[in-house]
């Protein structure tokens, strides 16, 4: 193998080195990304079943108090 086959193996392996190194830290980046979307669902999916908890049980009155007492029409004067 002559100097100048050693020589563009050696830059070969350099450049794959540093493409590693930035796929590295790319992939990084995106699996911290994804662990923030994680989190931020799993927040708002608490805070949904903490609303429904909260404003779930006021249908119930709200329905009673609507069916229980209807207006009076003018026909029932009558």
Known sequence: MSSSSKNNGYV????????????????????????DIHQDVTDQDRLLDESHNQFGGLGTPLAKGALGSSPKSDNDAL
């Open 12 to 35: 070969f392996e350099q450049q794959n080195d540093v493409r590693l190194n930035d796929l590295s830290s790319k992939i990084s980046a995106i699996k911290n990304i994804t662990i």
